[in-house]
């Protein structure tokens, strides 16, 4: 993450009074949203008279963590059926990856788990996700190019469920949140799911390209409408992603960031720590 991101700002004013205009540009920079934005500088100006950068770096803080939840909601096994967690995003997220990732993460973590490689249009992901899981040591469920993606997540629930293991994990094909019909494909990957356990998937997550900043929140915000996402998994922030969007989006829309990504390794990837995050961010 660009650690740090507002302390040359906070520099500038340190002893003496923020400009307001240049924070409010500093915030939205740091794809803080206009939402986020606003509220953050209305309870700045609460506290009445000049504000400080030390003050509006404290104000800021408090603020940030108003917004992201205190408690992070842990992955835990189910006691008769895979844990489901279905995993989707516009291409160029680092979507399959993560995937594998959080794959590997939870073995790291003594579950049991499958990859599901339901992401049957664009011609090379299922050869990476399958790359990933002979590296990983970790199964990967498979169909042929252009398969249909619903009825193997389906085949890969029942295998799952009959073998006991612990959380299936269904990577999805990457699809742009303005295509209606592959919109549709994906709430019918939910549907199929749902007919084998009524509460699967327990978890939609999107993945996220922390550097395209704005457009990040109109994903989510348009893959939230199709399959009313539960979380956020957050790549790139090794680089110039600034990490405010995660809290544009738990602001506009309620949805936490559950896992980040900093780099190419598949060790790089970590629950989401709002300490450890607003730290970095401040």
């Not at 499958?114 to 049957?120: E, N, Q, R, S």
């Not at 893959?223 to 738990?250: N, R």
Request: aromatic content about 6%; overall charge neutral; charged content about 20%.
């Amino acid at each position: 993450m660009a650690a740090g991101f507002f302390k040359t700002f906070i520099a500038r004013f340190t002893g003496g009074p923020v400009d307001w205009d240049d924070l409010e540009e500093t915030l939205i920079r740091a794809d803080f949203g206009v939402s986020m934005t606003g509220v953050v500088l209305k309870a700045m100006r609460a506290r009445g008279g000049e504000v400080s950068g030390e003050t509006a770096l404290q104000v800021l803080r408090e603020e940030i963590l108003k917004i992201l939840p205190s408690e992070s909601t842990s992955l835990v096994a189910l006691a008769s059926r895979p844990h489901t967690i279905l995993i989707a995003g516009v291409n160029g997220t680092g979507k399959t990856t993560s995937c594998a990732k959080l794959a590997n993460w939870l073995k790291s973590q003594n579950h049991s788990c499958i990859l599901v490689a339901a992401d049957t249009f664009r011609a090379a992901a299922i050869e990476q996700l399958c790359a990933w899981g002979a590296k990983l040591g970790i199964e990967v469920m498979r169909s042929q190019y252009q398969g249909d993606a619903a009825a193997l997540c389906y085949d890969a629930w029942n295998s799952a469920n009959r073998r006991n293991i612990e959380f299936l994990l269904c990577d999805t094909a990457g699809r742009l949140h303005t295509k209606s019909n592959l919109m549709q494909e994906l709430a019918k990957v939910v549907r199929i799911l749902g007919k084998q356990d009524p509460t699967a998937p327990h978890e939609k997550w999107i993945v996220l390209d922390a550097t395209t900043g704005s457009n990040a929140l109109v994903q989510a915000r348009e893959f939230h409408k199709a399959i009313e996402l539960t979380g956020v998994i957050l790549t790139k922030l090794d680089g110039s992603g600034k990490g405010g969007i995660a809290i544009a989006i738990q602001h506009e829309l309620g949805i936490p960031t559950r896992f980040i990504g900093t780099g190419e390794k598949e060790t790089d990837f970590a629950p989401f720590d709002r300490e450890k995050f607003v730290d970095s961010l401040l």
